[in-house]
T-cell receptor, first 117, second 114 residues
Framework: AQKITQTQPGMFVQEKEAVTLDCTYDTSDPSYGLFWYKQPSSGEMIFLIYQGSYDQQNATEGRYSLNFQKARKSANLVISASQLGDSAMYFCAMRAINTGTASKLTFGTGTRLQVTL | DTGVSQDPRHKITKRGQNVTFRCDPISEHNRLYWYRQTLGQGPEFLTYFQNEAQLEKSRLLSDRFSAERPKGSFSTLEIQRTEQGDSAMYLC????????????FGDGTRLSIL
């Protein structure tokens, strides 16, 4: 079974500062993918960034980057130059490839990020 | 390119009634997923379709729940004899083939059981 742990229920960051949202995962499958989603108060889950278990480099997408430490089983999301519009819930999720449940995403409990002036 | 569309956005019903939700995926996506999200939690997987075939169902999907995707396009999720514990946000997602492809979510249907 897969498990995602997000230990930060809430985080505050000042506008224009960088923030790191923590995510650790557990799986026995050597092949897996890690995803981050943003969920504003409107409810829609918005895909942000993806990291594959065999990717040699950390993923980056604009202001989002993923600090992937495979040995520690962590996949932290870094948001640079925070904006007020970044205030939302952020979910880390994983998909294991070689198990019988290769289709589904397993989500963590999320981190609520509040960007302040 | 339209996103995933879900209808209705909100549903309020009395306990014991049946409800049906609809999901229209992104047109070129052959994979469709249903999730349930309760307050303060991440989404939990319910079921998965590849084209019209339902390939995976969670233990969460009791016999009161049924999902269909008859022509491999839109999907419906029906809950029979609703219970208080069914109150949640029901999210639909779709993706193209490939395990590294992200799932794209709709806005969800919020179900409230009176």
């Amino acid at each position: 079974a897969q498990k995602i742990t997000q230990t930060q229920p809430g985080m505050f960051v000042q506008e224009k500062e960088a923030v790191t949202l923590d995510c650790t995962y557990d799986t026995s499958d050597p092949s897996y993918g890690l995803f981050w989603y943003k969920q504003p108060s409107s409810g829609e889950m918005i895909f942000l960034i993806y990291q594959g278990s065999y990717d040699q480099q950390n993923a980056t997408e604009g202001r989002y980057s993923l600090n992937f430490q495979k040995a520690r089983k962590s996949a932290n999301l870094v948001i640079s130059a925070s904006q007020l519009g970044d205030s939302a819930m952020y979910f880390c999720a994983m998909r294991a490839i070689n198990t019988g449940t290769a289709s589904k995403l397993t989500f963590g409990t999320g981190t609520r990020l509040q960007v302040t002036l | 390119d339209t996103g995933v569309s879900q209808d209705p956005r909100h549903k309020i019903t009395k306990r014991g009634q049946n409800v049906t939700f609809r999901c229209d995926p992104i047109s070129e996506h052959n994979r469709l997923y249903w999730y349930r999200q309760t307050l303060g939690q991440g989404p939990e997987f319910l079921t998965y379709f590849q084209n019209e075939a339902q390939l995976e169902k969670s233990r969460l999907l009791s016999d009161r729940f049924s999902a269909e995707r008859p022509k491999g396009s839109f999907s419906t999720l029906e809950i029979q004899r609703t219970e208080q514990g069914d109150s949640a946000m029901y999210l639909c997602a779709s993706s193209p083939p490939g395990w590294d492809q992200p799932q794209h979510f709709g806005d969800g249907t919020r179900l409230s059981i009176l």
